[in-house]
């Protein structure tokens, strides 16, 4: 995801999923996006760390 992207998830209240190495590491609302990182479920995620893809509401 582009950071635009997490932009619109971010304003519409879209879930995200957060990724590893091909392993899902959390799902959820994203709580606050900033330059550097996205805070899901209380974490904070480094954007060059993890991949970040928009997800269907389970």
Known sequence: ????ELNLA???RL???????GEPQ???LIE???Q???KVNGMYYVKSQY???LE???
């Open 56 to 58: 269907e509401a389970r």
């Open 36 to 38: 550097d990182a996205v």
């Open 51 to 53: 991949e970040f893809r």
């Open 10 to 12: 971010f304003l519409h």
């Open 26 to 28: 959390d799902y959820g």
């Open 1 to 4: 995801m582009r950071s635009n």
């Open 32 to 34: 606050l996006h900033i």
């Open 15 to 21: 879930p995200i999923s957060i990724w590893q190495d």
